[in-house]
């Protein structure tokens, strides 16, 4: 089955960009996904099909994918960005969904 | 407005069984791809289940043959049976809606409350 990594913690000042990084074989011929999550809440898609974003996404937030690695990229991070960020791709055998182990994004 | 709203959860013992239901409103379960996730206590997402238009139904390894999800139409909600939980089942269950992305790249846009099932003696 196909794994994803992502490191466990990113730390940022606020003002500053966060880029928090998703790697799998050849991940740039996926589809990737962000979702953030904060403590007590259900996730929250932030980045879909690498780059677009959803609606009520603020700008900030952008996507991009090449070769082995995914970057979910927080521009002018303010305090309310910090949260668990998870990538997630579907395994091409099965359509199944498979989620990073997830990045604790802490705003100094 | 869209939603998916999870009940049932609770306490339940090693070796038991529970049902988790989601009631969608604004989507219809019938034609709506769903999934459901559940994440343990400190611990990151876990695929559980697929659920597809139609009859297929896809299971993750660790729950296969203990779990069942089935989709009750008139009512517009999911079920998810679980049987024989072992400890390492405690989790926050949701259920999701799975949209199709770029080259069938499934990705979930609307996400349930969740329902925390915790399994113990």
């Known amino acids: 089955s196909y794994v994803v990594t992502q490191p466990p913690s990113v730390s940022v000042a606020p003002g500053q960009t966060a880029r928090i990084t998703c790697g799998g074989h050849?991940?740039?011929?996926?589809?990737v996904h962000w979702y953030q999550q904060k403590p007590g809440q259900a996730p929250v898609l932030v980045v879909y099909?690498?780059?677009a974003r959803p609606s009520g996404i603020p700008e900030r937030f952008s996507g991009s994918s090449s070769g082995n690695t995914a970057t979910l990229t927080i521009s002018r991070v303010e305090a309310g960005d910090e949260a668990d960020y998870y990538c997630?791709?579907?395994?091409?055998?099965?359509?199944?969904?498979?989620f990073g182990p997830g990045t604790k994004v802490t705003v100094l | 407005e869209e939603q998916m709203v999870e009940s049932g959860g609770g306490l339940v013992h090693p070796g038991g069984s529970l049902r988790i239901s989601c009631a969608a409103s604004?989507?219809?379960?019938?034609?709506?791809?769903f999934s459901w996730v559940r994440q343990a206590p400190g611990k990151g997402l876990d695929w559980v289940s697929d659920?597809?238009?139609?009859?297929?139904?896809d299971y993750a390894d660790s729950v296969k043959g203990r779990f069942t999800v089935s989709r009750h139409k008139s009512n517009n909600t999911l079920f998810l049976q679980m049987t024989s939980l072992r400890n390492e089942d405690t989790a926050v269950y949701y259920c999701?809606?799975?949209?199709?992305?770029?080259?069938?790249?499934?990705?979930?846009?609307?996400w349930g409350r969740g329902s925390l099932v915790t399994v113990s003696a």
């Open positions: 999701a809606r799975r949209r199709i992305g770029v080259d069938r790249a499934f990705y979930i846009d609307l």
């Open positions: 604004g989507i219809s379960v019938k034609s709506n791809y």
């Open positions: 659920v597809y238009i139609g009859s297929r139904i």
């Open positions: 050849n991940i740039g011929h996926k589809g």
């Open positions: 099909d690498d780059t």
């Open positions: 997630q791709v579907c395994d091409s055998d099965n359509d199944h969904l498979v």
